[in-house]
């Protein structure tokens, strides 16, 4: 598998104040940073939803976590 397509392994505990790059960037918006995470009402479950802001116009997206495990879509630090 190319490394861009590779899933990467997250832990979800670091997510909050990481940074992120969009692999293919819309409205001038390609940095982000992961503001919030969100848990489920259910004790220990673990985190399902973060908040990611972009930094270029502060606009804020809820989006499941797993997905920044998706190489064709988030790269791992601002790049």
């Known amino acids: 598998m190319p490394p861009q397509l590779a899933y990467r392994r997250l ?27 969100f848990e489920p009402d259910e004790a220990g479950s673990g985190i399902e939803w973060v908040e990611i802001e972009a930094i270029h116009s502060r606009r804020c997206e809820r989006i499941a976590w797993r997905e920044l495990c998706d190489g064709s879509r988030w790269l791992q630090g601002w790049k």
């Open 11 to 37: 832990n979800p505990a670091k997510l909050l104040l990481s940074k992120w790059t969009a692999a293919r960037p819309s409205n001038r918006e390609k940095h982000f940073l992961v503001t919030k995470l």
